[in-house]
């Protein structure tokens, strides 16, 4: 079971929660989560969710119950921000699972807790954990995998990926979406010292090098998509998607019941 702070305290996003958190107030829950060390506490399943995680959480019910499982789901993607303040009139800070990986581990290595790298391509991981314990001091890392297969199961593991898996308090799964959601969803059962778990997408190819991340400018003014389909022009298929969220976006509005911004207060009583 995961800890949820979501519910009513929500946003609705064509029927996903997100969660109203800054930037502030969601590394406060993570470094309260991260010094806690009761073993009964449940742990924080983030997901940072951008227009496709919406758009195909419509087609694909398995994937939006996950997304009902998670603790907290934040505002990555430029579309989801504009889509609350369409929505709500409300300004939501964008909280990406690229951006949150080092923070992350600055506060798991503040409190001696081990962190996990699991996915990418093979050698990825690695590289992006020497980069971090580089930068990092006092960066503990239980183990990097790639596994070949997204949907591979905890059971058809390697030993000893089982073993670093269940020892870490902190896990990254960069698997892409909708797998490294249900993977979380599929394997948290297994992971008994968890506090933290977390998708993030592409953000062990940009901490390895891999991939270079755009320009500050374009990453705050929410144009990094169009760096990426420069860089990678067979993304162009994920990007149709964007218009149809816009178009989802815009149609149901009228439909919606309640638009009232959500009760941070109820959210933090939570804790
Ligand atoms: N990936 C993986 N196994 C797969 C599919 C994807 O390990 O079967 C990795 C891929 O190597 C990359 C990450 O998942 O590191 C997904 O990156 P993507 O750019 O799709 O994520 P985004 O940042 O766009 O959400």
């Given at each position: 079971m995961t800890s949820t702070l979501k519910e009513k305290d929500s946003y609705q996003v064509l029927g996903v929660d997100i969660s109203p958190y800054s930037i502030q107030e969601f590394y406060l829950l993570v470094e309260e989560r991260l010094k806690d060390?009761?073993?009964?506490s449940p742990p924080l399943f983030v997901v940072t969710v951008n227009p496709e995680i919406a758009i195909h959480s419509i087609i694909d019910n398995d994937f939006k119950e996950v997304l009902k499982t998670s603790s907290i789901n934040t505002a990555d993607g430029v579309g989801i921000s504009w889509a609350i303040s369409y929505l709500y009139n409300e300004h939501i800070e964008r909280i990406t699972g690229s951006d949150s990986m080092e923070l992350i581990c600055t506060h798991a290595a503040k409190y001696s807790q081990s962190v996990y790298f699991f996915g990418a391509a093979p050698g990825i991981a690695l590289q992006a954990s020497a980069m971090l314990k580089k930068r990092i001091n006092h960066l503990i890392v239980e183990g990097t995998y790639s596994p070949d297969?997204?949907?591979?199961?905890f059971e058809q593991l390697p030993i000893r990926v089982q073993y670093d898996l269940q020892k870490a308090s902190v896990i990254f799964v960069a698997l892409g979406a909708p797998s490294q959601e249900k993977w979380i969803h599929e394997n948290?059962?297994?992971?008994?010292?968890?506090k933290l778990i977390i998708g993030i997408g592409g953000g062990l190819d940009f901490i390895a090098g891999r991939v270079k991340r755009a320009p500050v400018i374009l990453q705050k003014s929410g144009l990094e998509w169009i760096y990426r389909l420069f860089l990678n022009p067979s993304r162009w298929r994920r990007m149709i998607k964007l218009p149809l969220f816009a178009l989802n976006v815009m149609l149901l509005k009228p439909h919606m019941k309640s638009l009232e911004k959500p009760s941070l207060p109820e959210a933090r009583g939570q804790l």
């Open positions: 060390n009761r073993s009964t297969k997204p949907d591979l199961k948290l059962k297994n992971l008994p010292h968890c």
